[in-house]
């Protein structure tokens, strides 16, 4: 038996700012499965392919088989997936108006395969239309294409938010790059004043962002407040009791806190988390809305957020937030148009 103080510096969990994991050394997995088919869903359907020949449009996700996963090991992220996939098309040719549909099959998208050596076979109903046919194998293929890289580099940041633990020394290291000025904006910024020590262990940082949408403020703020309107820029079901103590639960329980402060149309306080976070740690968010015609602008403050966590959550806000709420928003618009 080792000396105290003598053992594997792997295994001293005291080493880490939160206690587990100790230098990532440990084998984690989670499974990306069902994440990877709301995220193929969501950059697959819709596609326009507009060509001289006319226009086709890729419609429903028809079949989804296979499976998802990222692997941490040593600090180092793993990534497995294979995924055989089939969408439906449909388009007009240009000249005779004729109208034609058909398949666009994916049979092996895994990490054995570059994306540019995927496989796919283009086909189309029986009729005439190879026009089409054609257009969907050349522009077509180029935009499911870039569709798959899309979906790829989700998995590879967008999943894989706190998967890599800060370990005693990182967060050493992020303190200190903190407290030397940034450069960055006023509009997202972290400032020296704003880190500050949770109990004896957690360093944290306050992050303030400001984004304007095309939305007047009591629409924006039913966006946090209702229920169905926040399953649908998420795409997950959630939990949402849009009253002072009540429960917030969204993403797959990977964000969850509850309403501590309510004023609509105006400013929403909530107790937030990330899952990945220290158990029982929370911080603070401060959503407050602004009209500006026919925009408004939200501001956030969060504080209490841990430093080594300060990024993905910043990405967390941006891409899982604000960017799904500017499509949602210009979906609503496009249909009434």
Known sequence: MAKWGQGDPRWIVEERADATNVNNWHWTERDATSW??????????????????????IGDLKHVEGEASCNSRKGKLIFFYEWNLRLSWKGTVKESGEKHKGSVEIPNLSEENEVDDTEINVSKKKGEGDVLKDLMRTEGT?????????????????????????????VGQEVASERKPSGSSVQDSVTPQSLDMVGVKIPTVRIHMREVFN??????????????????????PAVIEAEKGGKLQMFEGCV????????????IVLKWRC???????YATVALNFQDLAAQSELELECKGVPVSHEESTRQCWKKQYFEEIHLLLQRSKDSME
């Open 275 to 281: 899952r990945s976070w220290p158990d029982e740690h």
């Open 256 to 267: 969850s806190g509850e309403y501590t402060e309510l004023v609509p149309s105006q400013r």
């Open 215 to 236: 939305s007047p403020a009591d629409e924006l703020y039913s966006l946090f407040t209702k229920k169905d309107l926040v399953q649908k820029f998420s795409k997950c």
């Open 36 to 57: 990877s088919k709301r995220k193929l869903k969501e950059v697959l359907e819709g596609l326009v392919v507009e060509g001289e020949a006319g226009r086709c449009e």
């Open 142 to 170: 180029t935009k499911v294409r870039e569709a798959l890289r899309d979906y790829l580099k989700a998995l590879k940041t967008e999943f894989t938010l706190g998967m890599i633990l800060p370990t005693k020394a990182s």
